[in-house]
Structure formats: structure tokens, C-alpha cells
């Protein structure tokens, strides 16, 4: 048997797309029943934020290129959840907006992100997690 510093798990990118993949089917598990996905999330949390907002602005803001999200958003808009409008001001620009499912889930699917952010909180000591999100930030740099 593999010790834990030896093949793949001796490299941090093994060791963070471990952990990402577990983190992600947690929230995947959890979503699934507003049908959202965790990337679907990631966008909608953008726009509740700033529904209206261009297209290339959020596509910065949730850090994916335009033609991952053009993807994902066809499904959201399938879903009724965001539609897309062209930009009066700049006619090769698009504004994405919520529709009211989205807005009327709102508060439901940010409640249960927040419950399944603070279930992995929870599993470190206060310092443990700001050391976490210190490492984190600091490798997303």
C-alpha cells in the first residue's frame, strides 16, 4: 500500500483536487434539490449581488471563461433561473439577468450554503480555519 507521501498523493494538486472534489459533491448533494449545481451557485451568487451585471464582468467575477459560461448558463436559462438581454449601450455585449425563480429561491439556497459552509467550519478549531482560508487565498493569488 502507498504511504501518504508517495505517488500522487506527495503533490499538493492531488491533495487539493481531493479535497475539492469531496467539498464539491457535498454541496452537488445539498444543491440538488433547487436543481442548481455548485458552479450554477457561483453564478447566482454573483448576480444576486449585482443582477444586470455585463457578461464578460461575470464571467471575471466567478473566474471562468466566457465559453464555460456561456454553457452554463444555457442550462440555467432551461431552468428558469437567469436570462440574457442584450446591452443597450454596447450591442456586442450582453446583461444577464435573474428570473423569479431565482430570486424567489434566493434566500432558501443562500441559507443552505451558509449551514453547509459552517458544517465544514465546524470541523476545525477557529484558528485551524483561519490558517485554511489565509492558505487559500494566498494559493488563489
Same mark, same amino acid.
Given at each position: 500500500?502507498?504511504?501518504?507521501?508517495?505517488?500522487?498523493?506527495?503533490?499538493?494538486?492531488?491533495?487539493?483536487?481531493?479535497?475539492?472534489?469531496?467539498? /464539491?459533491?457535498?454541496?452537488?448533494?445539498?444543491?440538488?434539490?433547487? %436543481?442548481?449545481?455548485?458552479?450554477?451557485?457561483?453564478?447566482?451568487?454573483? =448576480?444576486?449581488?449585482?443582477?444586470? #451585471?455585463?457578461?464578460? +464582468? =461575470?464571467?471575471?467575477?466567478?473566474?471562468?471563461? %466566457?465559453?464555460?459560461?456561456?454553457?452554463? *448558463? +444555457?442550462?440555467?436559462?432551461? *431552468? +428558469?433561473?437567469?436570462?440574457?438581454?442584450? +446591452?443597450?449601450?454596447?450591442?456586442?455585449? *450582453?446583461? #444577464? @439577468?435573474?428570473?423569479?425563480?431565482?430570486?424567489?429561491?434566493?434566500?432558501?439556497?443562500?441559507?443552505?450554503?451558509?449551514?453547509?459552509?459552517?458544517? #465544514?467550519?465546524? /470541523? @476545525?478549531?477557529?484558528?485551524?480555519?483561519? #490558517?485554511?482560508?489565509?492558505? =487559500?487565498?494566498? =494559493?488563489? /493569488?
Amino acid at each position: 500500500m502507498l504511504s501518504e507521501n508517495t505517488g500522487p498523493s506527495k503533490y499538493i494538486c492531488f491533495k487539493l483536487s481531493k479535497v475539492m472534489r469531496k467539498v /464539491q459533491r457535498y454541496y452537488e448533494s445539498n444543491l440538488s434539490s433547487f %436543481g442548481v449545481t455548485p458552479v450554477q451557485f457561483y453564478v447566482l451568487s454573483a =448576480l444576486w449581488e449585482n443582477d444586470g #451585471i455585463k457578461f464578460k +464582468d =461575470l464571467a471575471r467575477s466567478i473566474n471562468m471563461d %466566457g465559453s464555460t459560461l456561456t454553457g452554463i *448558463l +444555457d442550462r440555467m436559462e432551461r *431552468l +428558469d433561473y437567469v436570462e440574457r438581454r442584450d +446591452d443597450p449601450e454596447d450591442r456586442r455585449s *450582453l446583461l #444577464i @439577468f435573474l428570473k423569479e425563480k431565482a430570486k424567489n429561491n434566493q434566500r432558501e439556497i443562500v441559507s443552505l450554503a451558509e449551514r453547509l459552509n459552517k458544517e #465544514i467550519k465546524e /470541523q @476545525f478549531s477557529e484558528e485551524e480555519f483561519a #490558517i485554511f482560508e489565509k492558505v =487559500l487565498n494566498n =494559493l488563489a /493569488q
